[in-house]
């Protein structure tokens, strides 16, 4: 007989939902919401003119661009299952939140727009998965739209993504002739309406063989779909689940998130082959779900979840054992006991308190700066959970305050923010100058205005021209401390207080490399 842990944690799907923007991610992630029961009727999300109000995007600068900038996590029970979704943000410039997401979850949905196909963005996001071995599900919407051709659309993915295919559903034409899909792993035509998009709708299933087939398509329509599936058959693999789970083939629908179409089907395949929480490798051992002792690790740091409260919160994911509240576990980088009786569970920005939660499962842990993204929480075990890297920032620019009384809600408010991985901030050891470097132009913008509304300190930009920033170390300490003296004005601290060396150009670099060989340059920050 299953123990009572091993079954809850079974029940378990925690996954992330990644895509380019625009491709319908987080309208996607809403309907996976509206079929779960979590929300009742969905946001519909307009045009930019009118401010966007899906339930994931909460921060208000997400509000106004209509993007999505954090990562959220949302929870609901489905059938039998608990699910855990984790929305991340499509925007490239925040790349980096959604490499560590990657992390924190044991499968992915990829979202792909039925029209552009796969873009670049889905690419590098792909190249992770690959190098993780996480399971991926592909998802093509917007079918509502003039699509290209299915067989070319998967023909895309294949090469584009490196991974094999199967469809599980089948479009009927796109556009304004798009009549529905036709569900391979159930045979039934399920037919579109998009009369109602805030609410689900039952859906109207068909037997491909029954008469009144051609009420609902054309002639036209229904030979294409019988000649389409008779190729489906002669060219695609079954679904084999052990290949899904070893990433090595994804299983493909189609559908129109916004009008709720192809939406359940996807979930209810999804719930039912999708991967349990898997072990996760630390430094010391592989963790796997089902041992008895609880541990964990710091993913995303927020800060100001609530306007109202100076607060951060820790996104805690849960590798093995169970989380109670008001229990002592171990804070393994400080090496203290800490107990938390405020840990919170989310629904969006709904947030409610919990007592326990299991491996799978995401915990929200009140931070008055105990952690650092990576930490690690336990029974009482020194475990190091790795794979959470900081990149060496493409953009640099120096932060100036500009208004000198507000000294110090600017200091707090870099230090939470950097502390939460928005970007990374360097301290020139030349002159002091602080300098924030970051993956892309949008991040200093977010820099800028949550600074303003939610620290009330305002910052401003000075330009500098930086090539990269890399971390150094060596065995020689005491080439390490000629090779600092020499380059005296590129050389900085980061938050840590680890030498970072920031080159002015790729010459440059290359020529530091060559004089200096027993030194290392990183360009990650973990080594």
Same mark, same amino acid.
């Given at each position: 007989?299953?123990?009572?842990?091993?079954?809850?944690?079974?029940?378990?799907?925690?996954?992330?939902?990644?895509?380019?923007?625009?491709?319908?991610?987080?309208?996607?992630?809403?309907?996976?919401?509206?079929?779960?029961?979590?929300?009742?009727?969905?946001?519909?999300?307009?045009?930019?003119?009118?401010?966007?109000?899906?339930?994931?995007?909460?921060?208000?600068?997400?509000?106004?661009?209509?993007?999505?900038?954090?990562?959220?996590?949302?929870?609901?029970?489905?059938?039998?299952?608990?699910?855990?979704?984790?929305?991340?943000?499509?925007?490239?410039?925040?790349?980096?939140?959604?490499?560590?997401?990657?992390?924190?979850?044991?499968?992915?949905?990829?979202?792909?727009?039925?029209?552009?196909?796969?873009?670049?963005?889905?690419?590098?996001?792909?190249?992770?998965?690959?190098?993780?071995?996480?399971?991926?599900?592909?998802?093509?919407?917007?079918?509502?739209?003039?699509?290209?051709?299915?067989?070319?659309?998967?023909?895309?993915?294949?090469?584009?993504?490196?991974?094999?295919?199967?469809?599980?559903?089948?479009?009927?034409?796109?556009?304004?002739?798009?009549?529905?899909?036709?569900?391979?792993?159930?045979?039934?035509?399920?037919?579109?309406?998009?009369?109602?998009?805030?609410?689900?709708?039952?859906?109207?299933?068909?037997?491909?063989?029954?008469?009144?087939?051609?009420?609902?398509?054309?002639?036209?329509?229904?030979?294409?779909?019988?000649?389409?599936?008779?190729?489906?058959?002669?060219?695609?693999?079954?679904?084999?689940?052990?290949?899904?789970?070893?990433?090595?083939?994804?299983?493909?629908?189609?559908?129109?998130?916004?009008?709720?179409?192809?939406?359940?089907?996807?979930?209810?395949?999804?719930?039912?082959?999708?991967?349990?929480?898997?072990?996760?490798?630390?430094? +010391?051992?592989?963790?796997?779900?089902?041992?008895?002792? $609880?541990?964990?690790?710091? #993913? @995303?740091?927020?800060? *100001?979840? &609530? !306007?109202?409260?100076?607060?951060?919160?820790?996104?805690?994911?849960?590798?093995?054992?169970?989380?109670?509240?008001?229990?002592?576990?171990?804070?393994?980088?400080?090496?203290?006991?800490?107990?938390?009786?405020?840990?919170?569970?989310?629904?969006?920005?709904?947030?409610?308190?919990?007592?326990?939660?299991?491996?799978?499962?995401?915990?929200?842990?009140?931070?008055?700066?105990?952690?650092?993204?990576?930490?690690?929480?336990?029974?009482? +075990?020194?475990?190091?959970?790795?794979?959470?890297?900081? $990149?060496?920032?493409?953009? #640099? @620019?120096?932060?100036? *305050?500009? &208004? !000198?009384?507000?000294?110090?809600?600017?200091?707090?408010?870099?230090?939470?923010?950097?502390?939460?991985?928005?970007?990374?901030?360097?301290?020139?050891?030349?002159?002091?100058?602080?300098?924030?470097?970051?993956?892309?132009?949008?991040?200093?913008?977010?820099?800028?205005?949550?600074?303003?509304?939610?620290?009330?300190?305002?910052?401003?930009?000075?330009?500098?021209?930086?090539?990269?920033?890399?971390?150094?170390?060596?065995?020689?300490? +005491?080439?390490?401390?000629?090779?600092?003296?020499?380059?005296?004005?590129?050389?900085?601290?980061?938050?840590?207080?680890?030498?970072?060396?920031?080159?002015?150009?790729?010459?440059?670099?290359?020529?530091?490399?060559?004089?200096?060989?027993?030194?290392?340059?990183?360009?990650?920050?973990?080594?």
């Amino acid at each position: 007989m299953m123990k009572y842990n091993e079954r809850e944690i079974s029940k378990r799907r925690t996954f992330a939902v990644i895509a380019h923007p625009d491709a319908g991610k987080t309208t996607l992630t809403e309907k996976l919401l509206l079929f779960g029961g979590a929300i009742h009727v969905a946001g519909a999300v307009k045009s930019n003119k009118i401010k966007k109000s899906a339930t994931s995007d909460w921060m208000e600068i997400e509000k106004q661009r209509g993007i999505s900038v954090a990562t959220s996590v949302m929870g609901f029970e489905y059938q039998d299952y608990k699910i855990n979704i984790l929305d991340t943000p499509g925007h490239q410039d925040f790349a980096e939140d959604t490499y560590r997401t990657l992390t924190a979850v044991d499968s992915v949905i990829i979202v792909i727009d039925g029209a552009r196909g796969v873009e670049v963005q889905t690419k590098r996001l792909m190249e992770v998965c690959r190098m993780r071995k996480t399971p991926v599900i592909v998802f093509v919407n917007k079918m509502d739209r003039e699509s290209q051709d299915p067989f070319d659309l998967l023909d895309e993915v294949e090469s584009e993504l490196q991974i094999a295919t199967t469809p599980l559903t089948w479009p009927i034409d796109s556009g304004d002739r798009f009549k529905g899909v036709y569900n391979i792993y159930d045979k039934a035509i399920e037919l579109f309406s998009a009369a109602d998009k805030t609410h689900v709708t039952e859906r109207q299933q068909v037997d491909l063989n029954a008469p009144e087939l051609l009420e609902h398509l054309s002639e036209a329509q229904a030979d294409r779909l019988k000649s389409d599936l008779e190729i489906i058959e002669g060219v695609y693999p079954e679904l084999d689940v052990e290949q899904y789970l070893n990433a090595e083939l994804a299983p493909v629908f189609f559908g129109s998130a916004l009008n709720n179409f192809g939406v359940k089907e996807l979930l209810d395949i999804f719930v039912k082959i999708a991967p349990s929480p898997r072990p996760t490798p630390a430094e +010391e051992r592989v963790v796997t779900p089902y041992e008895e002792p $609880f541990t964990g690790f710091v #993913f @995303k740091i927020h800060a *100001n979840m &609530d !306007p109202n409260h100076r607060s951060c919160i820790a996104f805690v994911k849960i590798c093995s054992g169970k989380f109670e509240r008001n229990t002592y576990y171990t804070h393994v980088r400080h090496g203290k006991q800490m107990r938390f009786s405020s840990p919170t569970a989310f629904m969006a920005q709904k947030k409610e308190i919990v007592d326990d939660a299991y491996a799978g499962d995401i915990v929200g842990l009140p931070d008055t700066g105990n952690f650092k993204i990576g930490d690690t929480l336990t029974s009482g +075990e020194t475990l190091h959970f790795r794979g959470l890297p900081s $990149f060496s920032p493409e953009m #640099f @620019k120096y932060i100036e *305050n500009a &208004d !000198p009384q507000k000294q110090k809600q600017l200091q707090k408010g870099l230090n939470q923010l950097m502390d939460e991985g928005v970007a990374q901030m360097f301290t020139n050891v030349f002159n002091g100058r602080r300098i924030i470097g970051t993956v892309g132009q949008l991040q200093f913008e977010v820099i800028q205005y949550r600074l303003l509304h939610e620290y009330q300190a305002s910052c401003r930009w000075e330009p500098i021209h930086l090539y990269k920033a890399c971390w150094l170390s060596s065995d020689d300490d +005491e080439v390490l401390q000629e090779f600092k003296r020499r380059k005296m004005q590129y050389i900085a601290v980061d938050t840590q207080g680890r030498d970072v060396y920031l080159a002015d150009s790729s010459y440059l670099l290359t020529m530091a490399k060559e004089e200096f060989p027993q030194i290392t340059f990183h360009f990650t920050s973990e080594f």
